[in-house]
């Protein structure tokens, strides 16, 4: 028995679900989000879920931005690679946290440095974005999405 559904498949019987996910990302960037932070948050939280569909897709959309290609090489260890500006340094830091955070909540500090860099709009924003990979994370990677789906 084959448990994977194609994305194509999933847009087929899903559809509902995925224009749902859609609106919900898209209310993250009408709150001012900047539309390359929200690709390079959703492309951090799909690395830490493992999502190889959705990591495809966010660097062909973060590509498509212009985004500097040695920070596409190296978001993996963006700590490291010192090539990260504070704003986006601050929003992977917070996307990590609230990724990971199973029963413990963000800190306050990293929380304290988002307000240095986003308006209190951008930073639901952001929340936003946070929670809608995740769910995408998790439906691509239970029904076994792939990078060849991307297209």
Same mark, same amino acid.
């Given at each position: ?6 994305? @194509?498949?999933?847009?087929? !019987?899903?559809? %509902?679900? +995925?224009? &749902? ?5 898209? $209310? ?5 989000? =900047?539309?390359?932070? $929200? ?6 939280? $799909? ?10 897709? #966010? +660097? ?12 596409? =090489? !190296? ?16 929003? +992977? @830091? ?11 909540? /963000?800190? =306050?500090? !990293?929380? &304290?440095?988002?307000?240095? #860099?986003? !308006? /209190? ?9 946070? @929670? $809608? ?14 990078? &060849? %789906?991307?297209?």
């Amino acid at each position: 028995m084959n448990d994977r559904i194609s994305y @194509a498949e999933f847009g087929q !019987t899903g559809a %509902d679900t +995925l224009k &749902a996910l859609a609106a919900v990302s898209k $209310s993250a960037l009408d709150r001012g989000l =900047d539309k390359a932070i $929200s690709e390079l948050v959703k492309l951090r939280v $799909s690395q830490i879920n493992g999502c190889a569909f959705c990591i495809a897709y #966010h +660097l062909k959309v973060l590509r498509g931005l212009n985004f500097d290609q040695t920070k596409l =090489d !190296t978001v993996v260890a963006w700590r490291e690679a010192a090539l990260f500006n504070d704003a986006e340094q601050a929003a +992977l @830091a917070w996307a990590e946290e609230l990724t990971l955070m199973a029963g413990a909540t /963000p800190r =306050d500090e !990293t929380k &304290a440095a988002l307000g240095v #860099h986003f !308006t /209190p709009d951008q930073i639901i924003g952001l929340n936003i974005t946070v @929670a $809608s990979i995740n769910a995408y994370n998790r439906l691509a990677v239970s029904m076994g999405f792939t990078p &060849a %789906d991307v297209g």
